[in-house]
């Protein structure tokens, strides 16, 4: 489980982003990231029953994201992400990809999957997959339990124009139009601190398996 301890920890950062209050309470850090490092762990492992095909080099400690943020280019001069973020490639050891992604943040955590803003050849390679199987990608998205579960996959931000290639008048336009290829379900604090919650992490990867499955094949 995620201790209240790590979620004490992101609140008062949030409060208190600073370098100086941060070098102060770099041993809080640490419980804390060792906290979702071995969190981590116990979802990598139902993970890899649900997705064979991860990459075998593929360890907690690559998964969990820095907290440092990239400041250079950014308004936002906070120098400390608020949250943890936990990133499960289906292949490879870098996330961006087809990927189950894990936020821990107070409040705002949630558990998701997918492809988020693919890369253009990516996306070039989903749409046409997309055009060529909707029915397989419908019959994933339009299930009760995935509704009900991550909401309506057609509400994602989609391109206002036509995408090259495609007619105005193709039925999966509103699948084709789309940005991005995620479902994502809210967590609760609870959900995250109570005795057992990898499950819940790990029972919703399972739940957004086949959205990835589909993606996958795309690239293939």
């Not at 920890?9 to 770099?26: C, G, I, M, Q, V």
């Not at 949250?83 to 949630?110: A, C």
Request: with cysteine.
């Amino acid at each position: 489980m995620i201790y209240q301890e790590s979620l004490d920890f992101l609140k008062d950062l949030a409060e208190h982003n600073s370098r100086e209050w941060f070098a102060a309470n770099k041993e809080r850090y640490e419980k804390a990231r060792e906290n979702v490092i071995d969190f981590t762990t116990k979802v990598l492992e139902g993970v890899r029953k649900i997705e064979a095909g991860m990459d075998e080099n593929l360890d907690a400690k690559k998964c969990v994201m820095r907290i440092y943020r990239d400041i250079r280019f950014s308004k936002n001069k906070a120098p400390y992400k608020n949250n943890f973020g936990v990133s499960l490639p289906t292949s490879g050891l870098k996330g961006g990809g087809v990927e189950y992604y894990l936020h821990i943040q107070p409040g705002n955590s949630f558990i998701g999957g997918g492809y988020w803003m693919p890369e253009a050849p990516h996306l070039k390679a989903i749409r046409q997959e997309i055009d060529y199987n909707a029915a397989d990608l419908k019959k994933i998205i339009d299930d009760k339990e995935f509704v009900k579960l991550f909401g309506d996959f057609r509400a994602q931000e989609q391109l206002k124009s036509l995408p090259k290639g495609y007619d105005a008048d193709n039925e999966n336009l509103d699948l084709i139009k789309l940005k991005s290829f995620v479902g994502w379900h809210k967590l609760t604090d609870k959900d995250l601190t109570q005795a057992g919650s990898e499950k819940i992490i790990i029972d919703m990867c399972s739940r957004i398996h086949p959205l990835n499955v589909f993606l996958k094949n795309a690239l293939a």
